[in-house]
């Protein structure tokens, strides 16, 4: 059985969803990163970074998202990885812009948040992250105007992921964030899953992303 730590709606959640898709046995820690749980001796012993998420597979211990979701759907029959191919070089490809683009672009932003004081300063350094953001999110419509997600017609994992991080616009109002029409209908239509359902009521957290 695995082990997902995970901080309620961080990218964790992508995470939490895919196990779930994946009908795994798995157990799921709460280490919030809000109450700090991240930051206990406990947790730093299994990952000193004290970030999550992180999974435990029969002892091994894996620390970054994307590689923790590219080894659960490597080491699990599903439908959200093609095992060979172009196909499959594309949904990496995307989930790798969903993990190391979006997400590193939000993450700017939290710390803007937290180590500028509000002022000309902050404002001029969310504006200029915003729109890095808006472009993310303008190129991801533009992709969907034609298909029902990112690789084609199949959900895959960085579906799931962008979905997760759209919901952090309501923590960032400053960035001021608009979501195309394509965009927020995949979104809408991946939390509906059942899974995404599932995850979020285990979670409790209440979903929310930007207009």
């Given at each position: 059985?695995?082990?997902?730590?995970?901080?309620?709606?961080?990218?964790?959640?992508?995470?939490?969803?895919?196990?779930?898709?994946?009908?795994?046995?798995?157990?799921?820690?709460?280490?919030?990163?809000?109450e700090g749980k991240n930051r206990s001796p406990e947790f730093l012993k299994i990952n000193p970074r004290g970030n999550v998420p992180v999974l435990?597979?029969?002892?091994?211990?894996?620390?970054?998202?994307?590689?923790?979701?590219?080894?659960?759907?490597?080491?699990?029959?599903?439908?959200?990885?093609?095992?060979?191919?172009?196909?499959?070089?594309?949904?990496?490809?995307?989930?790798?812009?969903?993990?190391?683009?979006?997400?590193?672009?939000?993450?700017?932003?939290?710390?803007?948040?937290?180590?500028?004081?509000?002022?000309?300063?902050?404002?001029?350094?969310?504006?200029?992250?915003?729109?890095?953001?808006?472009?993310?999110?303008?190129?991801?419509?533009?992709?969907?105007?034609?298909?029902?997600?990112?690789?084609?017609?199949?959900?895959?994992?960085?579906?799931?992921?962008?979905s997760v991080i759209a919901h952090w616009d309501v923590w960032l109002p400053q960035l001021s964030i608009k979501l195309g029409k394509n965009a927020?209908?995949?979104?809408?239509?991946?939390?509906?899953?059942?899974?995404?359902?599932?995850?979020?009521?285990?979670?409790?957290?209440?979903?929310?992303?930007?207009?």
């Amino acid at each position: 059985m695995y082990k997902l730590y995970y901080s309620p709606a961080a990218c964790s959640l992508a995470i939490h969803v895919i196990l779930r898709e994946l009908d795994a046995k798995f157990e799921a820690i709460n280490t919030s990163l809000q109450e700090g749980k991240n930051r206990s001796p406990e947790f730093l012993k299994i990952n000193p970074r004290g970030n999550v998420p992180v999974l435990v597979d029969n002892g091994a211990v894996i620390r970054e998202g994307a590689a923790i979701i590219l080894h659960l759907l490597d080491n699990n029959a599903n439908n959200l990885l093609p095992k060979t191919g172009l196909e499959r070089t594309r949904a990496i490809e995307w989930l790798m812009f969903a993990n190391s683009t979006l997400h590193a672009n939000y993450s700017k932003a939290f710390t803007v948040a937290r180590a500028i004081p509000e002022g000309d300063a902050q404002q001029q350094a969310f504006k200029a992250i915003g729109d890095m953001i808006q472009k993310n999110w303008d190129e991801l419509d533009a992709t969907l105007a034609n298909q029902q997600f990112l690789c084609g017609s199949q959900i895959s994992p960085a579906d799931i992921l962008i979905s997760v991080i759209a919901h952090w616009d309501v923590w960032l109002p400053q960035l001021s964030i608009k979501l195309g029409k394509n965009a927020q209908r995949l979104v809408n239509e991946v939390v509906a899953r059942p899974a995404y359902q599932q995850a979020l009521a285990a979670e409790q957290v209440t979903y929310q992303e930007a207009a």
